[in-house]
């Protein structure tokens, strides 16, 4: 017996050992499937975590945390090593002998097994530490912002010695000067980009467009952008508060300021700019058509852009108009040169009627251009001689009126405006231009085609709204100031005048009777006003815009009283203005009116007599507006209507509205913004024919109705179908809604619909 205890305690630990060995043998195929699954969890989670990632970096100046960084590359690599045993697993369960019960290979099957257990420990892992609460923090905005630029021709030298001048510590301000269109801003992205390109001392690059009408208070806004300071701690200081932000911010900074467009001198201390210690060796490098300007900013260096030699100009005009063009007929080269010649060096001509003979192969369409550039007329001095000629071709090259009334019509925005490509359709449809088509979807598909159409003609170029995060790029277009400058030209020329004023103040009845062969008149600027004591007779009168006031708060009924020629009427953006004249119900032939982002509570029931009204617009309104009723379903001609909200509850009734709009014939571009669960219900349930009009729909603050809780929208396929024109979809700040089904259908109308969903 002695001898037989230590023999059976021997077997029994081998037996256990065995055991608990086998059970990697035997428990694989298990282990395997459940690592499976683990695997394909962690995936889903990880395409949760990296899609959240990818939405919070789309806002502006924000990047992922290390800690979602590194969990993502974490998962990456495991998933490849989960992989890699999956394949070796399935490869061992297929090469089991004998049944399932005796492996081919104990040891290996052993080691993989254990292997296995492993993995699926920290996969597990791996997915418990995925849930997290905040996957992208906010960054500082980037020192230096690289501007867009194409290849450059014939300014190498140039540049060269500037850039000789920023080096030096003995200057501090460079002006560069010349003609509009000769290459200045050109010059000056190409010095603001090679700041990224060089190693420097300075630690901020700043770049501004000042413009003719200088305004302190927007430069102040981006500088302060610039350095990421929070909009809550200078949006209601003045002006000499936010210089002294400005001035402690650049404190001891070596930084440089890039002004493009300056067309006097710019108080630098007004800005928070003070060069009364130039220790630190900061620089300032501006743009200006005139050499005066460069006196009276006391520049250092100054140098003169007198457009491009004869080499370096036809070598951009050829890259312009194509080699294929050129090699198309034997002539052409020759006549090439010629209009060349014509573009006398300027870098805008050269590119602008490089383009537009781009698809010109024909040797008569060259001779004929030769002779329009040499004999046109100009009624200006400088820039009619050299400019405006060379432009007007362009301008004549387009391929109807209609391009060419849409394209002067952009003249009616201020100096640098960003245009908005819906607002700019929306205006053409009101006055008239795009009349060749059935409903406003059409009308709105020709008008984006002419935009682009005045794109590629280079008498547009598009831009984004950078305070706007649902914007993407080409969502807006902006018109060069020579460009507009030779619209207003050919407007006068064309006895279709337009009349842009900015910073108008007080306009009293004098001015309006000087208005009698304007067709058009554009009044912009914080200060304008209205005194009106007498009846005005404007009777080529179609079209008034007042935008931006904050000083207005109604209108004179004496300035409708007579103006029955009025076709459009912008009053958008007047922050105060709260109350119309009755008087608005003798514009028998207006066809647009825009109210949006006003404090106007309601509208008059006089409203009802615009028959003629076509597009009405209450978007983003700072005040509750009531809609009386019978005012809407009065509007026999009207085909759009919009409310839209974005970040706030909308300040309409909708219940009405959406009853209104059902009975009107010739709707068919609707945009609505709930903030109700009730008349989102309707809209969804009862109103086929508003689906199949809606382009924008915006749900903001719709939480509660009898005080149950808002938690989930269910849009139908059958539903989305009907809302074959939905281009856009928000849904913000509902904090009580948990779900949001949308039935997309693959290739259906919408989709390329933009939505944009924000959820807890």
């Not at 979602?68 to 890699?84: A, H, M």
């Not at 949006?596 to 615009?610: C, D, I, R």
């Amino acid at each position: 017996m002695d001898c037989v205890s230590p023999i059976l305690d021997i077997v029994t630990r081998l037996w256990d050992c065995t055991a608990n060995r086998a059970v990697y043998i035997r428990d694989l195929h298990d282990n395997l499937n459940s690592l499976r699954e683990l695997k394909l969890e962690l995936e889903n989670i990880s395409k949760d975590v990296e899609g959240r990632a990818d939405f919070a970096e789309q806002q502006q100046y924000s990047a992922r945390t290390n800690q979602v960084k590194g969990w993502l590359q974490r998962v990456q690599l495991k998933l490849k090593e989960v992989d890699n045993i999956l394949q070796k697993g399935d490869e061992e369960i297929q090469q089991k002998c004998l049944g399932s019960c005796c492996p081919r290979h104990c040891c290996t099957s052993y080691k993989l097994g254990k292997q296995v257990i492993k993995e699926i420990n920290v996969v597990q892992e791996l997915i418990n530490k995925g849930h997290f609460d905040v996957v992208a923090d906010k960054v500082p905005p980037p020192m230096i912002d690289e501007m867009p630029l194409e290849k450059t021709v014939g300014m190498d030298s140039m540049f060269d010695d500037v850039w000789k001048c920023v080096q030096d510590h003995k200057v501090r301000i460079i002006g560069l000067y010349g003609m509009g269109g000769v290459g200045k801003t050109t010059l000056l992205k190409k010095l603001n980009n090679k700041f990224l390109e060089t190693s420097h001392n300075f630690v901020v690059v700043i770049w501004v467009v000042v413009s003719k009408e200088v305004k302190l208070d927007k430069i102040q806004e981006i500088i302060l952008n610039k350095f990421g300071i929070p909009k809550e701690m200078w949006i209601d200081k003045s002006e000499e508060e936010r210089a002294a932000q400005i001035l402690e911010r650049l404190r001891n900074k070596r930084f440089v300021l890039l002004l493009d467009d300056l067309w006097d001198r710019l108080e630098l201390s007004k800005l928070g700019v003070s060069f009364s210690n130039n220790q630190n060796g900061c620089k300032i490098v501006f743009t200006t058509r005139s050499g005066e300007v460069c006196g009276r900013m006391e520049a250092n260096v100054r140098f003169k852009l007198n457009g491009l030699p004869k080499e370096a100009a036809l070598s951009l005009f050829r890259q312009k108009v194509g080699e294929d063009v050129l090699n198309s007929h034997h002539e052409l080269p020759k006549l090439a040169e010629i209009v060349a010649e014509e573009c006398d060096g300027l870098p805008l001509a050269l590119v602008t009627i490089g383009r537009a003979m781009a698809s010109r192969t024909m040797p008569e369409d060259w001779r004929y251009a030769i002779k329009i550039l040499k004999s046109y007329p100009s009624r200006f001095s400088e820039m009619g001689k050299y400019v405006f000629p060379i432009l007007r071709f362009s301008y004549d090259s387009l391929s109807d009126n209609t391009l060419k009334n849409c394209f002067l019509y952009c003249s009616i925005f201020p100096e640098d405006h960003n245009i908005s490509n819906r607002e700019l359709i929306e205006l053409w449809i009101g006055e008239g231009f795009l009349d060749d088509f059935d409903n406003m979807h059409d009308a709105h598909e020709s008008g984006r085609f002419i935009i682009n159409s005045l794109k590629l003609a280079c008498l547009l170029e598009g831009t984004r709204d950078g305070e706007d995060d649902m914007a993407f790029e080409e969502d807006h277009v902006k018109m060069h100031d020579v460009l507009r400058d030779m619209a207003h030209w050919l407007t006068r020329e064309h006895e279709n005048e337009i009349l842009v004023k900015e910073h108008t103040g007080l306009i009293k009845s004098q001015e309006i009777g000087r208005w009698k062969e304007i067709v058009r008149v554009s009044l912009y600027g914080y200060n304008t006003q209205f005194l009106i004591e007498t009846q005005v007779v404007c009777p080529c009168l179609q079209t008034i815009f007042v935008m931006g006031s904050n000083l207005l708060t109604t209108l004179p009924g004496t300035l409708f009283q007579s103006i029955h020629t009025l076709t459009v009427l912008n009053l958008s953006n007047n922050r105060n203005l709260r109350e119309l004249p009755v008087e608005i119900g003798a514009l028998i032939n207006l066809h647009y009116l825009s109210l949006s982002k006003t404090s106007v509570s309601k509208l008059p029931m006089e409203v009802k007599n615009l028959t003629q009204m076509r597009i009405l617009l209450l978007d983003e309104m700072e005040e509750r507006v009531v809609i009386p009723p019978e005012v809407l379903s009065s509007l026999s001609s009207l085909e759009m209507y919009s409310n839209m909200e974005y970040y706030r509850p909308c300040k309409i009734d909708l219940k009405l509205i959406i009853e209104e709009l059902e009975c009107l014939e010739k709707i068919t571009d609707v945009g609505l913004s709930f903030s109700s669960v009730s008349p989102i219900l309707k809209f969804m349930s009862s109103s086929p024919k508003l689906q199949s009009c809606i382009t924008r729909l915006s749900i903001c603050e719709c939480n509660k109705v009898n005080g149950e809780e808002f938690r989930s929208l269910d849009i139908s396929c059958s539903t989305m179908r009907r809302m074959e024109h939905l281009q856009s979809l928000n849904i913000r700040y509902c904090f009580e809604l948990r779900e949001v089904k949308i039935c997309f259908e693959n290739g259906g109308e919408n989709a390329e619909i933009r939505a944009q969903l924000l959820l807890p």
